[in-house]
């Protein structure tokens, strides 16, 4: 499987924008990137995902660098309710079936 | 979008029983299931990939005969923890997606936490 490594924790104050690095440097390239948070006691929720372009959706920007090798999560507007422990995975025909590691995520805490 | 309901949310059984724990795709017909355990303050460990109408495949490690997976049906799986001991306590959780269709997002399932005592 391709690994991720990503910053342990990152703090962010509310209202402002939390950029969450993502480094996926033996991607190969048919593999999708992927960005799942997990807030306390629930499963992961998807957020976002793409495979060379920037992506956008309600809920955050996607932005993948041009040699695939590693990406941004971007909240724009930081809420309480974000903090929670961010995943980035790989996901593709490389990584066996489909399934993905998990790291160990970044935590992201949302300061008032 | 899509939705993965996984039941019980919570269970608490005693040493030597068995435990069952359902995942079904609401909306959607999943080809594939996984199943992961979570333990306190670590990532989601994958125990297992589960095909609808094929035995699952095991990580290493994972004792088959121990966690019992049945995929029976393109919107249900199940995961049976038999002879649960206390080290089996943990938080599991399921995810489903449509098979190679990677450009699709995995869902997840708000995941069950088995207590033995």
């Known amino acids: 499987d391709a690994k991720t490594t990503q910053p342990t924790s990152m703090d962010c104050a509310e209202g402002r924008a939390a950029n969450l690095p993502c480094n996926h440097s033996?991607?190969?390239?048919?593999?999708?990137v992927y960005w799942y948070r997990q807030i306390h006691s629930q499963g992961p929720q998807y957020i976002i995902h793409g495979l060379k372009n920037n992506e956008t959706n309600e809920m955050a920007s996607l932005i993948i660098t041009e040699d695939r090798k590693s990406s941004t999560l971007i909240l724009p507007h930081a809420t309480l309710r974000d903090t929670a422990v961010y995943y980035c995975i790989v996901r593709g025909v490389n990584t066996n079936a489909g399934k993905s590691t998990f790291g160990d995520g970044t935590t992201l805490t949302v300061k008032p | 979008g899509a939705v993965v309901s996984q039941h019980p949310s919570r269970v608490i059984c005693k040493s030597g029983t068995s435990v069952k724990i359902e995942c079904r795709s609401l909306d959607f017909q999943a080809t594939t299931m996984f199943w992961y355990r979570q333990f306190p303050k670590q990532s989601l460990m994958l125990m297992a990939t589960?095909?609808?109408?094929?035995?699952?495949?095991?990580e290493q490690g994972v004792e088959k005969d121990k966690f019992l997976i049945n995929h029976a049906s393109l919107t249900l799986s199940t995961l049976t923890v038999t002879s649960a001991h206390p080290e089996d306590s943990s938080f599991y959780i399921c995810?489903?997606?449509?098979?190679?269709?990677?450009?699709?997002?995995?869902?997840f399932g708000n995941g069950t936490r088995l207590t033995v005592t």
């Open positions: 995810s489903a997606g449509t098979g190679g269709n990677y450009n699709s997002p995995l869902h």
């Open positions: 589960s095909n609808e109408g094929s035995k699952a495949t095991y």
């Open positions: 033996t991607i190969s390239g048919n593999e999708y």
